[in-house]
């Protein structure tokens, strides 16, 4: 087990810990913006740089070992290299990357997700999470003629230009750099969890689609409650707008049919990704079959123009992903994998709150599913593991970003062998009992540390 450390100087520690690490970051920031290649990876006092990963597990360039929490950006349930997963894409690679070409596996995958996911009719498969919300949008445009979309602030749907709107404190729809005025404005932020801002934005009647994150914005970071989706199922319905679940985190994690089968409710279309392709790159777009009817080809060629979008991407279901993909939903289908995966976060959450309140450290550990975040604006210390009180905090608290905290836990973390993206941890079947424990005490280490420094008060 790795040493527990309770440096006060926290930063000068991870920097003579990780000399590695810090020697990458100095060949990469000649190369990269900001040194790296994903916004969530850059870190203070520079980013961790990981040689090997195995079950839940990796070991960073000078040889540390850690408890992985990231799981891939939400992309692995079994940990790192499942053996099933990992034979089958073995077993494609030795027969071709890419055929430039329909497949077998294809073909099986898709049968994966329509017999999974509830609202699944018709699957366009893309490259990425960002390419499929991008494409559901484009749907639902085609499909309404109508031009507006409606999203929710917090909430997150990929990078590109139609959806990196109001994702972050202060959510206003301004348009970043180089992102165009007149796409954002046909964007409507609405506070979350608020069905009469809803109600009154879909009269006026200019809407084609509501997208969300159906367990609320950063899986979950501010829970959406069923009843709230419920509602948007009946407003959307009675208002003729397509109804968008984003469960590009949530599909397969929180029930072998994602978030449409916990809650019950069937959207119009759905975006995948992660898990999906079982840690590979891939992403889909699924839903009614006469939605995604517009990317068919139609006999006529004016009929064609007209409602047909063209949709191309060379790694659209390649092999490689579509072996993953097979084996890790063929995994993951009778719902096992899911239950022992939330039940260990479910401990990690309870022994993380005995922690805080041993400590008397008023943070909360929360999260419904396999995950545990932080929440470090909170007035009072927790008083149990099953303290649910979160919910009860104000959406833009429970939202907002608390950087020094994060920063120096994550950096208290790895220090004592975790490493999570410092707000939010996702949890597998690869945290074992064992693995739990040696987590819990690296919080406690890392929570001493941070009150050593001032930044964890009671
Ligand atoms: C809810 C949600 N939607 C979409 C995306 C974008 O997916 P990708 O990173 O595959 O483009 C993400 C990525 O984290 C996500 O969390």
């Not at 990357?97 to 329509?114: K, L, Q, S």
């Not at 031009?147 to 206003?172: L, Q, T």
């Not at 509501?210 to 609320?216: A, C, F, K, Q, R």
């Not at 007209?306 to 659209?316: D, E, P, Q």
């Amino acid at each position: 087990m790795t040493r527990i450390v309770t440096s006060p100087k926290l930063q000068d520690a991870y920097t003579d810990a990780l000399p590695g690490s810090r020697a990458l970051f100095e060949r990469a920031r000649r190369l990269f913006p900001d040194a790296v290649t994903h916004d969530t990876r850059r870190m203070q006092p520079f980013p961790l740089y990981v040689d090997r990963a195995d079950g839940a597990l990796k070991w960073d360039v000078d040889g540390r070992r850690y408890v992985d929490f990231w799981m891939g950006h939400g992309a692995l349930l079994f940990g790192h290299n499942p053996a099933h997963v990992r034979d089958a894409v073995r077993e494609q690679m030795m027969k071709g990357t890419h055929y430039g070409a329909c497949h077998a596996g294809e073909v099986e995958w898709g049968e994966w997700v329509c017999r999974l996911v509830p609202s699944a009719e018709r699957v366009r498969f893309t490259a990425s999470g960002t390419e499929a919300t991008h494409m559901a949008l484009r749907l639902a445009r085609a499909f309404t003629g109508k031009r507006h979309v409606v999203k929710f602030a917090g909430h997150f749907h990929g990078w590109h230009e139609g959806v990196e709107i109001g994702v972050h404190p202060p959510y206003d729809a301004e348009p970043e750099a180089g992102q165009l005025a007149e796409v954002v404005a046909l964007v409507s932020v609405l506070p979350p969890n608020d069905i009469a801002a809803v109600r009154e934005r879909l009269a006026k009647g200019d809407v084609a689609a509501v997208i969300l994150e159906p367990t609320g914005g950063h899986f979950g970071a501010v829970p959406a409650p069923a009843s709230f989706v419920a509602a948007l199922r009946e407003e959307t319905r009675r208002a003729g707008v397509l109804l968008v679940f984003d469960e590009v985190v949530t599909g397969f994690r929180v029930a072998p049919g994602g978030a449409q089968e916990k809650l019950g409710v069937t959207p119009d279309l759905t975006t995948l990704a992660k898990i999906l392709a079982g840690g590979l790159p891939g992403g889909a777009v699924v839903g009614r079959e006469d939605v995604l009817a517009y990317l068919a080809t139609k006999p006529d060629p004016e009929q064609n123009r007209r409602s047909k979008i063209s949709h191309h991407g060379t790694f659209n279901a390649n092999p490689l992903s579509a072996a993953a993909g097979v084996a890790m939903l063929a995994a993951v289908a009778d719902g096992q994998a899911i239950r022992f995966a939330d039940a260990q976060a479910a401990k990690l959450r309870h022994a993380m709150t005995e922690v805080l309140a041993r400590e008397k450290v008023a943070w909360r550990i929360y999260g419904e599913s396999s995950d545990w975040k932080i929440f470090f604006g909170a007035d009072t210390p927790p008083r149990d593991g099953a303290d649910q009180s979160v919910r009860e905090v104000d959406w833009r608290r429970l939202d907002a970003r608390h950087a020094a905290q994060s920063r120096a836990l994550r950096q208290a973390l790895i220090l004592n062998g975790v490493d999570f993206n410092g707000s939010r941890a996702l949890v597998g079947t690869c945290h074992t009992d064992e693995i739990v424990a040696e987590t819990v005490a690296a919080f406690e280490g890392a929570v001493r540390a941070m009150k050593d420094e001032g930044l964890a008060a009671p």
